[in-house]
Every structure is written in C-alpha cells, then in structure tokens.
C-alpha cells in the first residue's frame, strides 16, 4: 500500500484564560488613568493656565497670573499629575498589547514616556515663570522687563510642549496600529486613535510653520483617544487574548 502524507497541520486560536487576565487589569488601570489625565490637564492647562495667558501681551498675562497665583500654580501641579498619569498609562498599555507584539509594545512605552520626560521640562518653564510673578506687586522699576521674562517661560512652555507633540502623535499611531491587530480591540477604535495621532502631529508642525496663528484640529480629533479610555474601563474587563494552537489532523493510513 502507497504511504499517504499527513495532512498539514492548521492553526487556529483558542482562548487563553491566563493571558487575558493581566491583559484586563492593565486595561482598567490605563483607562482610569487616561480619564484621570484628561480632567487634570482640562482643569491645569485650559483652565488655570491657557486662561491666564493673553498672547503677544506680557503685562496683561502678568496682571492675570498675579492676580489669580494659586490658580496658577495649582494648574501647575495638576500637569505634573497629569506627567505621572502618563506613566502609568503608558506602562498600561504596554501590557493591555503585549500579547500583540512583545518589541512593538515596548516600543510605544518608551515612546510615550519619553514624551512625558519632554512634558516635564516643558512645565518646569512655567515654574519660572510662576516665580518672577509670585509677589504682589512688581518693582516700578523693570517691571515690563519680568514682565516679558515670564511671557518668554510661558511662550518656551508652549514651544517644547508641541515639539513633544509630534512624538506623542506618532506613539498614538503605533497603538493603532495594536489596536488593529490585537483582535480584541475594535478595528473602528484603531482607525480614530490613528486620526488623533495626525491631528496631534499636524498641529504641532503647524503651530511651528505658522508661528503661532493655527486653527487645531486635534480639538476635534482627540476623540480616539477619549473613547480609548471609556472602552478601557468599559469594556476592557472582558477582553478575551487569544494563543495559536496547533490542530493536527489524523495521519493517513500505514502502509
């Protein structure tokens, strides 16, 4: 009798209770910690900060800080939470795509980290700026000069923020793209993270090109990564990691 080659072997996934449970954790704390970030800085950079700031007007962003100075350094302290919360999601995520990619997701970790380091030196300028402003009044004489100090540590807050933009931009775009692959994570997901990455990236070249005078896209944009965060908490507890298995199939009959 002619011997019959086996048939190749196919693969297929199964789930893998193991895997998925670290998987759900780091996906509740990243959520939580993304939630967390996007209410401290709404509070310490849109509200105590940007609303303090009259742009190309040193004094009357001086009046303002001064007259509203633990405002001021309280929206300070919430963009250092928000730097630690950066952290803590980065570290998030890296877990919650690990079984996508081991590298890859490491990768976006330093990344994002690396852009909180960049955040951090952004934020001490306003400490200097803080600073100049903190008493209650200032010396008649050299006034206008502390004045522009302090507008000149604002404008390099801004400055280095946007530079570390560009980064964060394309971390989001690598976490698109395991988002895309990940299998657990809605595709529709991944694609409005990666636009959210572009409008990050986009505004900050074009705050640079234009030197200041730019409409943001990422106001509108950022969506994706607003919704990464609710499905994180939402439903990220049952996300279900699947593992590759190998089916054999029956042999062929001897000889």
Known sequence: MTNHAAEPAVRHHAPDPDASRPVRKASLIAGVALLLMSALAGFGYNFAIHGRITPGNAARTAQDIMAHQGLFRAGIASLFLVIVLDVVAALGLYWVFRPVSKPISAAAAGMRIVYAGIFAVAVVQL????????GASLPASGAARVQAQALSDINRFTDIWHAGLILFGFYLLVIAWLAWRSGYVPRLLGVLIAIAGLGYIYDSIGQFVSGGSWTQVSTVTFIGEFLLALWLVIWGRRITVSQ????????GPAR
């Open 127 to 134: 400490i200097g700026a803080a600073r100049l402003l903190g």
């Open 244 to 251: 590759p298995v190998l089916r054999a199939e029956p042999a």
